[in-house]
């Protein structure tokens, strides 16, 4: 209250224009100062204490800043899977509240980021089916081209080589018109009828080839051959299937007649 007064003789002073010197307006300052601070503290001279404090009226309301976790704040950190060993319910809701303000920027930041790449794969997905058929094409006229290339140049070889053949041809009838007729090669009956068999080598083949008839054509042979003197398994099959030819025509010409 004496403060209160004190002000009031402040405002009167202003009001009334008369003028305090500066040790004056310093010295009740001091004594204001040292009122208010006496009727905050009572008598007491040590720091004095709120009632509510003494009273508990405080603790654990919304006020008290030292109060424990509440189930709501408790079930947030549970919820973003967070733990907050040792703290108040102020620092609790702190480290959810930072959580959740970091988890809005990662979801940003990767919103923005997918953003980014639709828009790069709207742009490339275009220009590289564009490049792709580009070289499909390319490939395409080429392959066309030299399919043409290689089918005139196979052309031109037939034309030149039918005309060469044409030449060649010409030029053999040519030459064989001109010849004179060449006689045919000698057969193996033509060779066989000038082959001298005698009358010993004749009778040697007879007796061996009766009893060896049965047997395989090459072991026939070879053993007709080893009885007949001067005569190779070659030549006396070769006989036999002469002998065999002049009788068959012998009895077709005893027929015709």
Request: glycine content about 6%; proline content about 3%; charged content about 35%.
């Amino acid at each position: 209250m004496r403060a209160a007064a004190r002000l009031a003789f402040v405002a009167v002073a202003v009001a009334t224009c008369r003028a305090l010197t500066d040790e004056e307006r310093d010295a009740l300052e001091r004594e204001t100062l040292a009122e208010t601070l006496a009727a905050g503290r009572g008598d007491r001279e040590e720091q004095g204490v709120r009632d509510q404090w003494l009273e508990g009226s405080g603790v654990g309301s919304r006020d008290d800043m030292k109060r424990p976790i509440s189930k709501r704040v408790l079930n947030s950190l549970r919820q973003h899977g967070l733990t907050c060993a040792g703290c108040t319910n102020e620092e609790a809701t702190k480290v959810v509240n930072a959580f959740v303000r970091s988890e809005k920027k990662r979801i940003a930041a990767e919103v923005a980021a997918e953003e980014r790449r639709r828009r790069i794969l709207a742009f490339l997905v275009p220009l590289i089916g564009a490049c792709v058929l580009g070289a499909f094409a390319y490939l395409a006229i080429s392959s066309v081209t030299e399919q043409d290339d290689a089918d005139f140049s196979r052309l031109d070889d037939e034309v030149r080589a039918a005309i060469r053949e044409s030449q060649t041809y010409a030029e053999a009838m040519a030459e064989a018109r001109a010849a004179p007729p060449e006689k045919a090669a000698p057969t193996w009956r033509d060779r066989e009828e000038l082959e001298e068999w005698t009358d010993r080598q004749e009778k040697q083949f007879r007796k061996a080839l009766g009893p060896l008839l049965g047997l395989a054509p090459k072991e026939r042979w070879r053993l007709v051959a080893d009885q007949v003197d001067g005569k190779t398994k070659q030549e006396c099959a070769a006989h036999y299937k002469l002998q065999q030819i002049l009788e068959r025509e012998a009895a077709e010409g005893k027929k015709d007649v």
